[in-house]
């Protein structure tokens, strides 16, 4: 009964690991993604806005805020910004989106004459 018990958290101890490699290495290949694509620049307009509250057990302190954007060419592109960034974004502003994968650099308004 005792070597039963041994192996089952033998088992649970592996599989614990491996989702742990497996959440490492795609976090890892998700940043090394996005630094080693250029930084793109796109006349955009601002489409919607979220903010979604991390579990309580994630390391992350506040909420995550995400702007949805569409482009010129008809694509949507959701990106996470800053509290700040999030705050300053007004709906159907045209303006110039800068990002670099899928990271927010900047938005750059239109300015109305």
């Known amino acids: ?11 649970l101890f592996f599989v614990i690991l491996g989702v742990f490699i497996v959440t ?8 090394y993604h996005r630094s080693t694509v250029p930084p793109a620049n796109a ?11 991390p579990p309580e ?4 302190n ?9 482009l010129d060419d008809g694509q949507e592109l959701e990106l996470t910004v800053s509290p700040n960034e999030y705050e ?8 110039e989106l ?3 994968g899928t990271a ?3 938005f750059e308004p239109k300015k109305i004459l």
């Open 24 to 31: 490492m290495v795609r976090s890892g290949a998700e940043t």
């Open 88 to 95: 300053t974004i007004e709906f159907d502003v045209e303006g």
């Open 43 to 53: 006349q955009g307009k601002a489409i919607s806005k979220r903010t979604e509250t």
């Open 57 to 60: 057990h994630t390391k992350i």
């Open 62 to 70: 506040g909420d995550i805020h995400y702007v949805t954007f569409t």
């Open 98 to 100: 800068y990002y670099q």
């Open 1 to 11: 009964m005792g070597s039963f018990f041994s192996f089952v958290a033998m088992i």
């Open 104 to 106: 927010f650099l900047s």
